[in-house]
């Protein structure tokens, strides 16, 4: 299995920067692929950034150009870089790791951006 711990999750000022870690464990060998999903209230969890075992990467078009995501490989660790906030980004960021067996879930970390 594999366990996911988020941080660096705060409030923040609209137009500031803020940025997401999100640390693996376990069987690191079966991950295809590492994304920042979130989640605000009365609204679906969306995709906001995906990084393939390839190192390829995708965006919601909401966050293209503001938001980046990116690894270290030796951390184990994933990164999702957010700069240019808006209070839409308001919300719980859960990281996520798809692998061989399934799907697993970070607790998540709460951003809040303020206007």
């Known amino acids: 299995q594999v366990q996911l711990v988020e941080s660096g999750g705060g409030l923040v000022q609209a137009g500031g920067s803020l940025r997401l870690s999100c640390a693996t464990s376990?069987?690191?060998?079966?991950?295809?692929?590492l994304g920042w999903y979130r989640q605000a209230p009365g609204k679906q969890r969306e995709l906001v950034a995906r990084?393939?075992?390839?190192?390829?990467?995708n965006f919601a078009d909401s966050v293209k150009g503001r938001f980046t995501i990116s690894r270290d490989t030796a951390k184990n660790t994933v990164y999702l870089q957010m700069n240019s906030l808006e209070p839409e980004d308001t919300a719980v960021y859960y990281c996520?790791?798809?692998?061989?067996?399934?799907?697993?879930w970070g607790q998540g970390t709460q951003v809040t951006v303020s206007s």
């Open positions: 996520n790791a798809d692998t061989l067996w399934g799907e697993y």
């Open positions: 990084i393939t075992r390839g190192g390829s990467t």
């Open positions: 376990g069987s690191i060998f079966g991950i295809n692929a």
